[in-house]
């Protein structure tokens, strides 16, 4: 890890566009300016964990989510089978329900 002095006021860089300024010293709290570009994400510390955290669950939570949603797909797929024309079906619509309970599933299943 670099580490710097600086005074209030001062400032140092990081590349070329973002600028770090000590606006005031007041006991243990430095409050300090961010200047960068919009594309530039800033974070508090604690906050960009947080983020992490809830990426990482919100992921965990897509692979069930798409998981439920292609079994509703399928489902749905069996109810409008009976609406269809011959010879319009596919491989993609055409798959049976695989949970009794399920839209389109037989009664009784």
């Given at each position: 890890m670099l580490v710097?002095?600086?005074?209030?006021?001062?400032?140092?860089?990081?590349?070329?566009?973002?600028?770090?300024?000590?606006?005031?010293?007041?006991?243990?709290?430095?409050?300090?300016?961010?200047?960068?570009?919009?594309?530039?994400?800033?974070?508090?510390?604690?906050?960009?964990?947080?983020?992490?955290?809830?990426?990482a669950a919100a992921?965990?939570?897509?692979?069930g989510a798409t998981?439920?949603?292609?079994?509703?797909?399928?489902?749905?797929?069996?109810?409008?089978?009976?609406?269809?024309?011959?010879?319009?079906?596919?491989?993609?619509?055409?798959?049976?329900?695989?949970?009794?309970?399920?839209?389109?599933?037989?009664?009784?299943?």
């Open positions: 710097l002095s600086r005074r209030p006021h001062e400032s140092f860089r990081i590349g070329h566009d973002v600028v770090i300024t000590v606006l005031e010293v007041n006991g243990d709290k430095v409050r300090i300016g961010i200047d960068a570009p919009s594309h530039v994400q800033v974070h508090r510390q604690e906050v960009y964990e947080e983020v992490q955290r809830a990426n992921a965990a939570t897509e692979q998981t439920d949603l292609a079994r509703a797909v399928r489902g749905a797929a069996g109810d409008r089978g009976s609406d269809r024309a011959a010879g319009t079906d596919d491989a993609a619509t055409s798959a049976e329900p695989e949970e009794p309970g399920q839209p389109g599933a037989a009664p009784g299943a």
